[in-house]
């Protein structure tokens, strides 16, 4: 193959020869050095014509190529900006590629108008693919030679093609289950649940009811309701602040024996935040156990089929589920006076109720099962195509100084650290969409990262790909 170094590099030789010819021609009074000569000018005339028409074409393909890569950008641009800014009802993918492959053409357009013939319109194709566009401009184009007319050849022709794609940034609902049961009002750390402790006169965990949250609060203590709360404030705030807050629809809900929407889905953000910063452990009758499959089952059922993200009314779902995994059947009713001990009618245990995922519990007013909750549970959200994600914020099990001076409290404690721990962390990978979306974190600062990380994942940005 004969590339352009090649040609310029003979016709260079032949150039600087040219000036020896001619003196040696003039010199020569016989004739047969011209002679010579007039047959050398012919090839020497089409070395530099080749050179020249050669050097045009790469100029016109260059500026074709350019152009092709222009087209195909336009058009995926333009389609994004459509369907963006869409307002109507249904579908508007086929109109978003009309819109795409006009602007393509006009783009192409705008940039051959200088080229020494008329370019044909190049071919534009488009595809999408949920919310991924790509966009195809092929072109061919012959222009006329001028040296090399001479030696038979009257056009050049050549061809390019051009592509690119884009994954459109999804509308996005994320519905946010947050547990509140007895077992979130624990201390964060150590320390936290030593001054919840000494605040609560001997009370390390679910000693809510008695209004001690306060207490220990004002004694300095960071509870892991707290910190799971403010992990979720800090993530709304930070997609508040960039700039892609129209995407987003924001829910919120209450886990604990009952299940409460306390945020309905909107895109008010800055309101969801004000409703997370308010919460607490529950303290309202028939409440303060954990029933998580109740939760999720319920959760499941009044969730709409998930979308592709394509426009708000077909935003993508995500359900991001926050909980130490521990699940169990007290409630706590008000009798004369005081909060006593009831058994949530909403319960339904592991069958049969067996070490190491479920045990009942007896030595109490009522009986009481504890367990791992029913990872099945989990089953109809993401069958409807949501993406769950959970993060285990692990069960902290308080240090026996720390614990009950009941030997029957205790034992729950004991059964928690020897089997549910490990089943919890099971169960919770099962729950998730997949194992990429299943989260633990037991301290403060991990906790935060890892609700960082599951908005991050929920919010992925558009990519731009040649």
């Excluded at 566009?133 to 012959?142: D, I, N, V």
């Excluded at 949250?213 to 960071?222: C, D, F, L, V």
Aim: overall charge neutral.
């Amino acid at each position: 193959m004969i590339t352009a170094s090649d040609v310029f590099a003979v016709v260079g030789r032949r150039i600087r020869r040219l000036p020896d010819l001619l003196r040696r021609s003039w010199a020569d009074r016989s004739g047969s050095l011209t002679t010579i000569f007039a047959f050398s000018a012919i090839p020497l005339v089409g070395f530099v014509g080749l050179a020249v028409d050669y050097g045009m074409e790469l100029a016109a393909k260059s500026k074709l190529d350019h152009a092709a890569d222009a087209a195909v950008v336009a058009a995926i641009t333009s389609a994004q900006t459509y369907i963006v800014n869409y307002a109507g009802s249904g579908d508007p993918t086929a109109s978003a590629i009309a819109v795409g492959k006009a602007q393509a053409l006009a783009q192409f357009n705008a940039n051959t108008g200088s080229l020494p013939a008329v370019v044909p319109a190049p071919t534009v194709t488009m595809t999408a693919a949920g919310r991924t566009l790509s966009a195809t401009a092929t072109y061919s184009f012959s222009m006329p030679t001028i040296f090399m007319r001479a030696l038979g050849t009257t056009t050049a022709n050549f061809s390019g093609t051009a592509s690119s794609t884009l994954t459109i940034p999804a509308f996005t609902n994320i519905h946010i289950v947050i547990d509140v049961s007895s077992s979130m009002g624990i201390g964060a750390t150590l320390k936290d649940q030593q001054i919840v402790y000494n605040a609560t006169g001997g009370c390390a965990v679910a000693c809510h009811y008695s209004g001690t949250t306060t207490s220990a609060r004002n004694a300095g203590a960071t509870l892991r309701i707290d910190v799971a709360k403010n992990a979720v404030v800090s993530a709304l705030n930070q997609i508040i602040s960039s700039g892609n807050a129209s995407r987003f629809k924001v829910a919120v809900y209450t886990m604990s024996s009952q299940f409460t929407n306390i945020y309905s889905l909107s895109s008010d953000l800055s309101g969801a935040v004000s409703t997370v910063q308010g919460l607490d452990i529950s303290n309202t009758a028939k409440d303060g156990g954990t029933n998580t499959t109740y939760g999720l089952k319920t959760l499941g059922n009044n969730l709409n089929t998930d979308g592709n993200g394509l426009t708000s009314s077909t935003a993508q779902g995500f359900v991001m589920l926050i909980t130490d995994g521990v699940q169990d059947s007290d409630i706590k009713v008000m009798s004369g006076g005081s909060w006593v001990d009831g058994y949530d009618s909403n319960y339904v245990a592991y069958t049969p109720c067996t070490t190491p995922n479920c045990k009942n519990f007896s030595g109490f007013a009522v009986p009481l099962v504890v367990e791992s909750f029913d990872p099945s549970s989990c089953a109809t959200i993401k069958t409807k195509g949501y993406t769950l994600m959970t993060l285990n914020t692990t069960y902290i099990v308080p240090p026996a100084n720390l614990q009950s001076s009941s030997a029957t409290l205790n034992s729950v404690f004991t059964f928690i650290q020897n089997y549910l721990l490990s089943s919890i962390a099971s169960n919770l990978s099962s729950c998730a969409s997949s194992s990429t979306y299943a989260y633990s974190a037991n301290s403060p600062t991990e906790i935060n990262a890892a609700v960082q990380q599951m908005f991050a994942a929920a919010g992925a940005q558009a990519r731009i790909t040649n």
